[in-house]
């Protein structure tokens, strides 16, 4: 089984910045869209920002619009998705996820990353 490994994660204050980033083996990462997702304690798991196979981004959750950047890089195997979450607040305090979009085409999650933003 393929595994997505998210790495980047950590202690922010309020306002600063943070990239994720996330290494994703196997072609069938590369053929598809893929999306970040976050998962705050007693929350489901939602879709934060996604980008198509070609390098387009083409969702940003309203509570993250104009502050995160989703980029991947696929020119080589493995993928790389990156996010770059500027101006945190200590609501985007979360496990990060990275996966395909949609996520039902891979049940085979990473172990996460984990954000946490103070005030």
């Known amino acids: 089984q393929v595994q997505l490994v998210e790495s980047g994660g950590g202690l922010a204050q309020a306002g600063e910045s943070l990239t994720l980033s996330c290494v994703a083996p196997?072609?069938?990462?590369?053929?598809?869209?893929m999306g970040w997702y976050r998962q705050a304690p007693g929350n489901q798991r939602e879709l934060v920002a996604r980008?198509?196979?070609?390098?387009?981004?083409?969702?940003?959750a309203d509570s993250v619009k104009g502050r995160f950047i989703i980029s991947r890089d696929n020119a080589k195997i493995p993928v790389n998705v990156n996010l770059l979450m500027r101006n945190l607040k200590p609501e985007d305090t979360a496990v990060y996820y990275c996966?395909?979009?949609?996520?039902?085409?891979?049940?085979?999650w990473g172990q996460g990353t984990q954000v946490t933003v103070s005030s």
């Open positions: 996966n395909i979009w949609p996520s039902y085409l891979n049940n085979n």
């Open positions: 196997g072609t069938i990462f590369r053929n598809n869209f």
């Open positions: 980008i198509s196979n070609d390098g387009v981004p083409t969702y940003y």
